[in-house]
């Protein structure tokens, strides 16, 4: 097998061999390559439209899919495989029935990007990698019934791309396109659940998890939490959020559930520990499902594309029953047990979303004249399991008092249980936006403050430290860089899909760095 697509790939290069670092095997990364080959061919079939229906179902259900940690499962792979291929057949017969195929209208090997000059596969890389994360948020969207034309139409122009024996001169405007389209992709994101929840607004969230029946619900999805608490009130079993899901507790139509509790666990990569004595279910909207360990696999639930061999999956029926009869038969904790975070805190804050931070511009600007407020700190990202990932909450615990940290995704996880105390009016310094797609929101903000400020985003007191696993972060980051932002610090490690000459451009154009030390950082930065 090769594959490099996530922060953790064995040796910074590449995992090969029998076994990912993430414990996907080598057959079903083969069949997520083959998979992403069918997606090309079927691309090539419908020729430059912009796709709907099934075609469309089928090219961001098929990429989502193939993210990191989303499904080990050669079953649903083959069968997804069978979906795309029937499809293809359907829109061209006529290629199927030939008895002298020119192969036009075929699935492409993968293993031709792979085995490219180093340039050609990164720029084709950050293509492949970006729509993978583009497609994850395309199908939030898509499940609250929220499509755009730009961006599906997108998702046939860059899987054509993959396919072809392009240059650097034709691939790398797509690379820098696809930031555009994913701003877009992000933004109708965002309309979806905040026209469907309603606009975060921030809450305290205890650690605690109280005594009785429970279940955990993990990943991104807002509509299979939403049916879940619909399926399970007046059941007397609660819920409680984990990793990504923790922001769905600032959204008005799902906080008015009583019995959406509190959040369990920290980082995903966290799980294996965290779930080994845990007396409830845990429901894997998306991404990050770990390989589940014996002593609690059968206790994981799995919906939408994740999915795991000999893992429940729950269908597209929705019916939650097998994860209540669980909860109930496994019964929770005989009493309230408090947890904490990885700094010991007992609580965690979210909700501040765009909606809320902006609805306070005028006090930000206000302080931001008067000194106030010296700097923002964007720190988030994903999280992961590498060392020197301590780096970020070190980097926290630094900033001065004067200063503010907006973050997003899971990489929050290292420092929302922090209490740095608070700033104008009782604003926390830690402020939590949301999950990664709400990089959007954060976005917004900077454009916001940067019209305020009559100057550019680069202009701002904002500097922006994020931190990287998987593929949304690939299309965020494009986005970041279609915006212009440049001075971007960026770690763990760098992408082993960046070659050294598209690193160059990076470097050059946007002054992209790997983070340091925190004290170096903070020090630049400031000084
Ligand atoms: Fe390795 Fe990451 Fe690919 Fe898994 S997704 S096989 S850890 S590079
Ligand atoms: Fe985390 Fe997996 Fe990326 Fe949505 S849950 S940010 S890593």
């Given at each position: 097998m090769f594959c490099f697509q996530c922060e953790q790939t064995a040796g910074c290069s590449g995992c090969t061999g029998k076994v990912g670092v993430c414990g996907k095997n080598a057959d079903v990364a083969a069949l997520q390559d083959k998979l992403t080959g069918e997606l090309i061919g079927l691309v090539r079939a419908t020729g430059d439209v912009v796709p709907t229906?099934?075609?469309?179902?089928?090219?961001?259900?098929?990429?989502?899919?193939?993210?990191?940690?989303?499904?080990?499962?050669?079953?649903?792979?083959?069968?997804?495989?069978?979906?795309?291929?029937?499809?293809?057949?359907?829109?061209?017969?006529?290629?199927?029935?030939?008895?002298?195929?020119?192969?036009?209208?075929?699935?492409?090997?993968?293993s031709h990007i792979w085995t490219d000059n180093e340039d050609i596969r990164s720029l084709k890389s950050l293509i492949l990698f970006g729509i993978r994360g583009m497609a994850a948020y395309a199908y939030h969207a898509m499940v609250l019934?929220?499509?755009?034309?730009?961006?599906?139409?997108?998702?046939?122009?860059?899987?054509?791309?993959?396919?072809?024996?392009?240059?650097?001169?034709?691939?790398?405007?797509?690379?820098?396109?696809?930031?555009?389209?994913?701003?877009v992709c992000m933004e109708m994101l965002d309309k979806a659940n905040t026209g469907t929840y309603g606009t975060p607004t921030p809450i305290t969230i205890d650690l605690k998890v109280e005594k009785g029946p429970f279940i955990i619900i993990s990943g991104h999805d807002l509509l299979d939490l939403k049916l879940l608490l619909e399926q399970t009130k007046d059941k007397g079993i609660n819920i409680y959020t984990h990793g990504e899901m923790l922001p769905a507790h600032g959204y008005p139509e799902l906080k008015k559930y009583k019995h959406l509790k509190g959040n369990f666990g920290t980082a995903w990569q966290n799980q294996q520990k965290e779930f080994a004595n845990v007396p409830a279910p845990i429901l894997f909207t998306t991404n990050c499902l770990m390989p589940p360990k014996d002593g609690y696999s059968d206790r994981v639930f799995t919906t939408e594309v994740v999915s795991y061999p000999e893992i429940t999956h729950i269908g597209d029926d929705k019916d939650f029953t097998p994860i209540i009869e669980k909860a109930l038969e496994l019964g929770g904790y005989d009493e309230d047990k408090q947890f904490t975070?990885?700094?010991?805190?007992?609580?965690?804050?979210?909700?501040?979303?765009?909606?809320?931070?902006?609805?306070?511009?005028?006090?930000?600007?206000?302080?931001?004249?008067?000194?106030?407020?010296?700097?923002?700190?964007?720190?988030?990202?994903?999280?992961?399991?590498?060392?020197?990932?301590?780096?970020?909450?070190?980097?926290?615990?630094?900033?001065?008092?004067?200063?503010?940290?907006?973050?997003?995704?899971?990489?929050?996880?290292?420092?929302?249980?922090?209490?740095?105390?608070?700033?104008?009016?009782?604003?926390?310094?830690?402020?939590?936006?949301?999950?990664?797609?709400?990089?959007?929101?954060?976005?917004?903000?900077?454009?916001?403050?940067?019209?305020a400020f009559e100057c550019e985003v680069n202009e701002l007191p904002l500097s922006m430290i994020l931190s990287w696993y998987e593929q949304k972060a690939v299309c965020i980051l494009l986005t970041l860089l279609h915006l212009g932002i440049k001075n971007i610090r960026l770690g763990p490690t760098l992408p082993a899909f960046i070659s050294p000459n598209v690193l160059g451009y990076l470097v050059e154009n946007y002054n992209i760095a790997k983070i340091t030390t925190p004290e170096e950082d903070l020090k630049n930065i400031l000084g």
């Open positions: 229906g099934n075609v469309l179902k089928l090219i961001i259900e098929g990429l989502f899919t193939t993210l990191t940690n989303v499904s080990f499962n050669e079953q649903t792979l083959n069968e997804l495989i069978e979906k795309v291929c029937t499809e293809r057949e359907r829109l061209v017969p006529q290629c199927f029935a030939c008895a002298s195929p020119c192969g036009t209208n075929n699935e492409y090997d993968l019934g929220y499509t755009n034309d730009e961006v599906s139409h997108f998702f046939v122009k860059a899987l054509f791309a993959l396919g072809e024996d392009w240059g650097m001169d034709k691939l790398l405007p797509i690379v820098m396109e696809l930031g555009k389209v994913n701003l975070g990885i700094n010991g805190g007992t609580s965690v804050t979210t909700g501040f979303g765009h909606g809320t931070i902006l609805s306070v511009a005028d006090k930000v600007i206000d302080a931001v004249k008067s000194g106030a407020i010296k700097h923002f700190f964007l720190v988030g990202g994903c999280d992961g399991a590498r060392v020197g990932r301590n780096y970020y909450t070190d980097f926290v615990k630094q900033t001065p008092d004067d200063t503010i940290i907006l973050t997003l995704a899971c990489s929050k996880y290292r420092f929302n249980d922090l209490d740095l105390g608070t700033i104008i009016g009782g604003l926390p310094r830690i402020m939590d936006m949301g999950q990664c797609n709400d990089a959007y929101g954060a976005i917004k903000v900077a454009i916001a403050l940067a019209e």
